[in-house]
């Protein structure tokens, strides 16, 4: 019964790629999302998260041959209105316009046409470790998979619908992310990962080997021993960037700041 009730305190939380950028970011934030897990306190624009996830969504019907062109485009103007995406602003406070995200879905399908075999939105989640109070796994949900036609290699492709192309590191993080989740499963590394800015009509290209993938597993350990080193207690969590406009936690962020503003007055 005490093993039971053991196994209920325990806090599981995996390492993925938006938890791995949130951990960069402010270890502050990475604790009060996934170990406290405090509920939201600041408004955040939600069309961007709902409009990204109508687009993976219709190309993926897409490539599993589960809807054609027309059902696409008529799947997104559907799911437009049931997502009540004509009522909510972006940070500029207008509407999103739904034909710029029918293009990136146009420019989506000819990228999809041009591979074979495809793999769509596979989940590859597997435990890392753990202590007496925190269990830490590895999950990613890659895309899609796929044949190039052109020279017959597997690639990863993964789906943008931002407004600029990504200069920091998250984006490159994320691929090899992915590369890290394919050797580890399927023991292979993929020849390459294309990241398709679908508004943009742009794409940007990685390459990892073996050693890049050792190198980005062992640093993956030493978070994981990190945070299970921290453990549940709050003020081992370093604040970092918490002024972000997606922070939807930042009251409690500015909470804590206080807190320990007061602590070493």
């Not at 009060?32 to 069309?47: E, G, M, N, R, S």
């Not at 990241?195 to 978070?223: M, P, R």
Request: proline letters at 3%; aromatic letters at 10%.
């Amino acid at each position: 019964m005490e093993i039971n009730k053991e196994c209920e305190r325990k806090i599981f939380l995996n390492l993925s790629p938006s938890s791995l950028n949130t951990y960069y970011q402010s270890p502050l934030l990475f604790y009060l999302k996934y170990i406290a897990k405090v509920p939201d306190d600041t408004y955040v624009p939600v069309c961007y998260g709902l409009s990204g996830n109508i687009v993976h969504e219709c190309l993926e019907k897409y490539a599993k041959k589960e809807l054609d062109r027309d059902g696409v485009y008529l799947h997104l103007l559907t799911q437009w209105e049931k997502q009540n995406l004509p009522e909510q602003k972006d940070i500029c406070n207008n509407i999103l316009n739904p034909l710029e995200y029918l293009n990136a879905i146009l420019k989506g399908i000819e990228i999809i046409d041009q591979h074979e075999n495809h793999i769509c939105e596979e989940t590859i989640l597997f435990p890392f470790k753990e202590n007496e109070n925190i269990k830490i796994g590895i999950k990613g949900i890659i895309d899609l998979q796929a044949i190039e036609k052109e020279c017959k290699q597997q690639v990863i492709l993964d789906y943008k619908t931002s407004n600029s192309v990504s200069e920091d590191k998250n984006f490159e993080r994320q691929a090899l992310f992915y590369n890290f989740l394919i050797y580890k499963k399927k023991n292979i590394i993929p020849s390459k990962t294309c990241l398709h800015y679908l508004k943009l009509g742009v794409s940007k290209e990685y390459i990892f080997d073996i050693d890049e993938i050792t190198e980005f597993e062992k640093e993956l350990h030493k978070i994981a021993d990190t945070i299970l080193t921290y453990g549940t207690n709050i003020e081992n969590y370093p604040i970092g960037r918490i002024d972000d406009l997606f922070n939807s936690k930042k009251q409690a962020c500015l909470k804590e700041i206080e807190r320990r503003k007061n602590l070493t007055k």
